[in-house]
């Protein structure tokens, strides 16, 4: 008999049925459904990338393998990016690996640090990886609270607590954060580093959502210190680029940290694909398309934003494509909004933030559901009509 891993095993319990549940009835009885639940862009893709892919296919016709860390040119426009963008220097041969977006990174990078058991931090909401990586490389999760009460951010009292007890390899942190959109400020990083640097732990930094702002502009955890002998940040064009299907990211920081990914990588797969790299490269030599980007998502922002607040919802966005609202009961609410307009068999999916919580204890994700600000112009505006008219 085939039987999955005990890790494994864990997964395989989906425990949000009754919100699929709502979502098939109403697509069986005919909804339209305007689907602000998963962060995936409907938009295309940055046309420079379709250019480079192109390009690429004849170029690499006789390639052959790709280099494991990726092509230079295109570690090198990274690091010119970085420059420009961060303002800080990288070495494209020593500080950069180019990965299969940045959810294979985040994912496999425990398994370059952990042994068994060792304990890994965690946000007590966020993107499922950081669990799941830690857990199938042998760690253990320790989960660190973020609220709305700390302005989402942990409380570095509590951290200290952690640290403490339970001596983690690595901590695991994302902003601007998805879901709840907060921006962390170099002097918080300052202060995290000093503390993680005196407990001997790595600051993975899960930077996917940092070209996509709105009235602050988000720095980088590499900017807080000259010192990286500790930090890692992860990247990815999926967000930034609208390129979620191209599947191309990069790490960059600390060189031993860098260099043992690497080596990690090596025994795992042969490098992402040359002609997307060859795709990946033209991202990184345009900044306006990101621009323009921004404020697509800006006026989505300000539609949905408006609605909601006229009902007296508070909204968190201070960057990335989600509104985090402030509705009580997230799952009633979400069910609420796919039967908001029965006349006219209009649907609005979004996401619990019940569905987020990666620990039920420590968080109020509960209280929330996240808009995602990824159905186009007319749909945005449609479901801000409708929440002003029927919620
Ligand atoms: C916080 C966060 N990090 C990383 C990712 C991964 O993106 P990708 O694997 O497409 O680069 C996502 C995707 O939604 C995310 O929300």
């Known amino acids: 008999m085939i039987k999955p891993s005990e890790t494994l095993k864990k997964f395989l319990n989906y425990s949000f049925a009754e919100v699929d549940r709502a979502k098939q009835e109403a697509i069986k009885n005919g909804y339209q459904i305007i689907d602000l639940g998963v962060g995936d862009p409907s938009d295309p893709m940055y046309d420079g990338i379709i250019e480079g892919l192109k390009v690429g296919a004849e170029k690499h016709a006789r390639t052959g393998y790709p280099p494991y860390i990726g092509h230079e040119e295109l570690r090198v426009a990274i690091a010119e990016w970085l420059k420009r963008r961060f303002g800080i220097d990288v070495d494209s041969n020593k500080q950069i690996v180019i990965t299969s977006g940045s959810k294979e990174a985040i994912f496999h990078f425990p398994m370059a640090f952990l042994n068994q058991e060792d304990k890994v931090l965690i946000p007590s909401i966020g993107y499922p990886p950081y669990r799941s990586g830690t857990m199938f490389a042998g760690g253990?999760?320790?989960?660190?609270?973020?609220?709305?009460?700390?302005?989402?951010?942990?409380?570095?009292?509590?951290?200290?607590?952690?640290?403490?007890?339970?001596?983690?390899?690595?901590?695991?942190?994302?902003?601007?954060?998805?879901?709840?959109?907060?921006?962390?400020?170099?002097?918080?990083?300052?202060?995290?580093?000093?503390?993680?640097?005196?407990?001997?732990?790595?600051?993975?930094?899960?930077?996917?959502?940092?070209?996509?702002?709105?009235?602050?502009?988000?720095?980088?955890?590499?900017?807080?210190?000259?010192?990286?002998?500790?930090?890692?940040?992860?990247?990815?064009?999926?967000?930034?680029?609208?390129?979620?299907?191209?599947?191309?990211?990069?790490?960059?920081?600390?060189?031993?940290?860098?260099?043992?990914?690497?080596?990690?990588?090596?025994?795992?797969?042969?490098?992402v694909a040359n002609v997307l790299q060859e795709g990946a490269l033209r991202a990184f030599k345009d900044d306006n398309h990101a621009e323009k980007m921004r404020q697509i998502y800006a006026k989505r922002r300000a539609l949905l934003k408006e609605a909601l607040e006229s009902k007296g919802i508070r909204c968190y966005s201070f960057a990335t494509i989600y509104i985090w609202a402030k509705t009580g009961n997230s799952v009633a609410f979400t069910k609420k909004l796919l039967n908001l307009d029965p006349k006219n068999r209009i649907g609005i999916n979004v996401t619990p933030g019940k569905l987020l919580a990666l620990d039920e204890d420590e968080n109020d994700a509960d209280q929330f559901v996240r808009f995602a600000l990824v159905a186009n112009d007319e749909h945005i505006k449609l479901a801000s009509e409708i929440i002003k008219e029927k919620l």
């Open 140 to 271: 253990i999760p320790v989960y660190y609270s973020i609220k709305e009460s700390n302005g989402f951010l942990p409380n570095l009292e509590e951290l200290e607590f952690l640290f403490q007890k339970y001596r983690p390899k690595i901590m695991w942190l994302n902003y601007p954060n998805n879901p709840t959109t907060a921006i962390a400020g170099i002097d918080f990083y300052q202060e995290l580093i000093a503390l993680a640097r005196k407990y001997d732990v790595i600051l993975a930094s899960d930077e996917a959502y940092i070209d996509i702002y709105y009235d602050v502009k988000p720095v980088s955890i590499l900017q807080a210190s000259n010192d990286w002998s500790n930090l890692i940040a992860f990247h990815s064009l999926s967000k930034r680029n609208n390129a979620t299907g191209l599947r191309v990211g990069f790490v960059v920081g600390g060189e031993e940290i860098v260099k043992y990914f690497a080596a990690l990588k090596t025994q795992m797969d042969s490098g």
